[in-house]
């Protein structure tokens, strides 16, 4: 697939942005008429392209990519013949415009890497907020498990991940999504406010099927405390894991596995319009 028309050029520096499209790994994706304008960087248009949500895979990325694609943005002006993609396909048009205009060249190698397991902390329990989706339920917010001291809260959206903060405490929740979306999550945030390593998440729970999930907890950091961090008293709330484990009955163990690593062949700065 491939946009009818599009246009590329470089962000001018402190120019205002403008975008329309959530360049994310969710699948919401509100209707915009074929229509996408929006700036990036050529590391997050591959990410959007290819939905990358391992995030242990950026710094690779990011590292074989030249300097210019580092430092540079670009404003993307495209219109989809089709005036009503999905997102999935959008993504299909934005890989052919990068092989296109950029002349990226890409692909996929399994390579045996330290992972995550996601696995049960007791076999056959989840936790009371990991439940399954009805199936007669829509992601309106009706029968969805609750978090607690909500403030806040977003409307409910399947397949996306809604987010919020009550009192320092980070609440996150997901519906409609299989236990693979849910290990890719815990590999952005495990690494990002968890206080783990940033490795993949593989799903090894053997659960199928289709879940709604709230997660709350003290976000934690692998660097150095603040100059000023002791001034500051830590709020009450359960770590990253301790969540994991009581609220959602699962446990990240410590693994080498078969993990889908990309691998970028060629690319050149983007051809003139």
Known sequence: M???VASIRQSKPGAEVSNNGELDFSAAYPP?????TTTSDLLGYIIFAYKIVDASQIPSLENQLPQW???QEFDIQARAENHNPTKDQMRLMMQSLLADRFKLAIHTETRQLPVYAL?????GMPGPQLQPHPDNVTCTGANKPAPASIVSEPA???GAVQAWAVNNQRHFRMMDVTMDQIAAFFAVMGGGQGGMDQRPVLDQTGFPGRFDFNLEFLPESKGPRSPNADDIPEAPGPTFTEALKNQ?????????GPV???VI???ERPSEN
């Open 248 to 256: 959602l009955g699962l446990k990240l163990v410590k693994q080498t």
């Open 265 to 267: 062949e060629h690319v």
């Open 119 to 123: 696995v049960l902390d007791k076999p």
């Open 260 to 262: 889908d690593t990309f």
């Open 32 to 36: 915009r008429g074929g229509l996408l």
């Open 156 to 158: 409910s959206s399947c």
């Open 69 to 71: 694609a580092k430092t």
């Open 2 to 4: 491939s946009f009818e």
